[in-house]
């Protein structure tokens, strides 16, 4: 007799519909490709069990709302194009819904959900990379790293957003049923069990702007000229600060070192030229101050996860 496990995805308005369609997808591919004998049960509900418009204008009907929920095995929390928001007794819905599950997972801004309902206090999480400093700010007791694109922590498991969903989800499968399962599915959908690199190619050359002024001049002179030679000393006179404050100031509102800051700025103008221009990798590194094909690769290896002729391959 094959086992049932139920699978719960929470619906709201101004869902992202591939937050949820994706991960719907795995579980169906896993119960019509394989033999195993645990079987997923996936249900949709909104928390009145009331239709939902999707951010893409698609209005979904859901199978039934919170209260007709049994059993939660896997409670699912899809993404919106921004940061959610849901009524009180949506809250609450939702709430109750995490209580009682066996294990959670949410989709991008959907961590912001489950943050909410207190699921991610003291955990590590990941979520779309552009609203990660938010989640980190508004919820201290998180440790957001959006480098990856799926992170598990515990019983909890975030995605990155987007495409994302559908490697959170080939994640509880192998998780349930093995690596080789999960592989024949993400084969059949065409993707990867894990995109190679996450995301760190698109969050860690974003770096935010210093609040003050002594500090953004040097920050938007090195973004003009990454392949200049910026050295503390040099930063410092452009700041008209002493090496020890700029230090501080880099430190206390940016969040890393002069020499991160310069490193990633060469990074994003090197990540550009190898995607817009046919210019070989030395060319590059020495034209990004790197000097050398050798340093960038370590600074791309370090930065983005991936190395720069491995990066051109795959965003040009």
């Keep these: 007799m094959n086992e049932r496990r139920s699978v719960v995805i929470f619906l709201f308005d101004e869902v992202q519909s591939l937050g949820f369609s994706g991960p719907a997808d795995v579980f169906s591919c896993s119960n019509e490709m394989t033999s195993a004998s645990l079987r997923y049960d996936v249900r949709t509900a909104s928390h009145d069990g009331a239709a939902v418009r999707t951010s893409s204008g698609l209005t979904v009907m859901p199978d039934c709302g919170v209260a007709g929920i049994g059993d939660v095995g896997t409670l699912i929390v899809p993404n919106a194009d921004g940061i959610p928001a849901l009524e009180a007794e949506a809250a609450r819905a ?3 819904l995490a209580d009682r599950a066996q294990r959670i997972a949410s989709v991008g801004t959907g961590a912001f959900l489950i943050a909410e309902a207190g699921v991610l206090d003291g955990r590590r999480a990941t979520m779309d990379w552009a609203f990660s400093d938010e989640l980190a700010r508004c919820f201290p007791d998180i440790t957001v790293d959006s480098r990856d694109t799926v992170v598990k922590d515990g019983h909890v498991t975030t995605a990155g957003g987007g495409i994302s969903a559908i490697e959170m989800a080939l994640s509880l499968v192998d998780e349930d049923l093995g690596r080789d399962t999960a592989q024949q599915i993400a084969q059949f959908l065409v993707t990867h069990l894990r995109k190679p690199g996450g995301q760190a190619p698109f969050t860690d050359v974003q770096v935010r702007e210093a609040r003050s002024l002594a500090l953004r001049q040097p920050q938007r002179q090195v973004q003009a ?5 910026w050295t ?8 008209g600060l002493s090496e020890r404050h700029l230090s501080r100031q880099f430190r206390a509102e940016i969040g890393m070192t002069a020499r991160q800051y310069v490193e990633r700025a060469r990074v994003a103008l090197a990540s550009r030229l190898l995607i817009e221009t046919p210019q070989s990798a030395e060319l590059i590194a020495r034209k990004t101050g790197f000097g050398t094909e050798a340093t960038m690769r370590k600074s791309f290896l370090r930065v983005l996860r991936v190395a720069p002729l491995e990066y051109r391959r795959r965003f040009s």
């Excluded at 000229?225 to 030679?229: K, W």
């Excluded at 503390?232 to 700041?239: I, K, Q, V, Y």
């Design 232 to 239: 503390l000393r040099s930063l410092s006179l452009h700041a």
């Design 225 to 229: 000229d990454p392949g200049a030679d």
């Design 94 to 96: 939702l709430g109750a």
